[in-house]
C-alpha cells in the first residue's frame, strides 16, 4: 500500500477538499463522521479524485499542488462535470 492525495467534494455545498492519507477508506469515513474539524460543516462528501505516491512526502507535494491555482485549472480538466 502506499499513500494517496485526494480530493473529496460536497455536493450539497459544491465544496472541495484536498487531502493526503495512508487509507482511503478509513480516511473518508472520518470525514464523513465529521470528525475532521474542517470539514464537518459540510458532510456528506464523495470522494472525487485520487493519486497514489509510494511515500508520503510526494503525497503532500501533491496535495500543496492540488490547492495551488495550477491545481485547480488541473482538477477542472480532469473532473470537469463538478465545475
Given at each position: ?25 478509513v480516511r473518508l469515513d472520518q470525514h464523513n463522521k465529521g ?45 470537469p462535470y463538478l465545475f
Amino acid at each position: 500500500m502506499g499513500y494517496f492525495a485526494y480530493v473529496i467534494y460536497s455536493a450539497d455545498y459544491k465544496r472541495f477538499y484536498k487531502g493526503h492519507c495512508k487509507n482511503l477508506d478509513v480516511r473518508l469515513d472520518q470525514h464523513n463522521k465529521g470528525q475532521t474539524k474542517s470539514t464537518k460543516p459540510f458532510v456528506p462528501w464523495e470522494l472525487v479524485y485520487t493519486e497514489q505516491f509510494d511515500s508520503k512526502e510526494d503525497a503532500i507535494l501533491r496535495e500543496k499542488y492540488l490547492k495551488t491555482a495550477a491545481g485547480r485549472r488541473f482538477l477542472k480538466n480532469k473532473i470537469p462535470y463538478l465545475f
